[in-house]
């Protein structure tokens, strides 16, 4: 069964600390990895993807690291701050219409 | 704003009753996907259009029903409504086959009492 396993379930990290979330997935056609960011009471919202052709991409203070060969990728975010409190799901999709979504992460980040 | 309308953002209703949630997708996006998220949960996959067709089931309970109209928009039926059934119910959208991005729209509450 196709699955991308997330943690941690929950995170909470000091403002201007580095915030690290992780994902596996099983499914080596798997070829599109995006993160999504969700605040209370709305949707979640696309915040950084990758494809596996390359190793990490970086937006700003998110960066995606994907590691290929353990069929891994990870989220970091820099000198988090507390709006960035929010709970975070990473995904993947085998290039077609279909996409897999984590269990999510809900974090912190305490002032 | 993702350009995903979702209708209504608030509802409540008592056991046993029956509801529709509405569906706008983004201008030109083929593709709608339904999730219910429940406190404290993920994202449960729920079904799938592309286009008009069912493409995908997940766990959809039987009492749960979706379609999609000729103008793409969706709509999802919950009928015989049980306390349990209070979440949100998201659409997304998304442009079709070979895209992967999907867009969520702002839910839609739904308590049932």
């Known amino acids: 069964q196709q699955q991308v396993k997330q943690s941690p379930q929950s995170l909470i990290v000091q403002k201007g600390g580095i915030s690290i979330i992780n994902c596996a997935y099983e499914n080596t056609a798997f070829d599109y990895f995006p993160w999504y960011q969700q605040f209370p009471g709305k949707g979640p919202a696309l915040l950084i993807a990758i494809r596996p052709d390359v190793s990490e991409k970086k937006e700003g203070r998110f960066t995606i690291s994907f590691n290929k060969s353990a069929k891994q990728f990870s989220l970091h975010i820099m000198d988090s701050q507390p709006g960035d409190s929010a709970t975070y799901f990473c995904?993947?999709?085998?290039?077609?219409?279909?996409?897999?979504f984590g269990k999510g992460t809900r974090l912190h980040i305490l002032p | 704003d993702s350009g995903v309308t979702q209708t209504p953002k608030h509802l409540i209703t008592a056991t046993g009753q029956r509801v529709t949630l509405r569906c706008s997708p983004r201008s030109g996006d083929l593709s709608v996907y339904w999730y219910q998220q429940s406190l404290d949960q993920g994202l449960q996959f729920l079904i799938h259009y592309y286009n008009g067709e069912e493409r995908a089931k997940g766990n959809i309970l039987e009492r749960f029903s979706a379609q999609q109209f000729p103008d793409l928009h969706s709509e999802l039926n919950l009928s015989s409504l049980e306390l349990g059934d209070s979440a949100l119910y998201f659409c997304a959208s998304g442009q079709g086959r070979l895209i992967n991005t999907i867009y969520f729209g702002e839910g839609s509450w739904l308590t049932v009492v």
């Open positions: 995904a993947a999709s085998p290039g077609d219409d279909k996409i897999i």
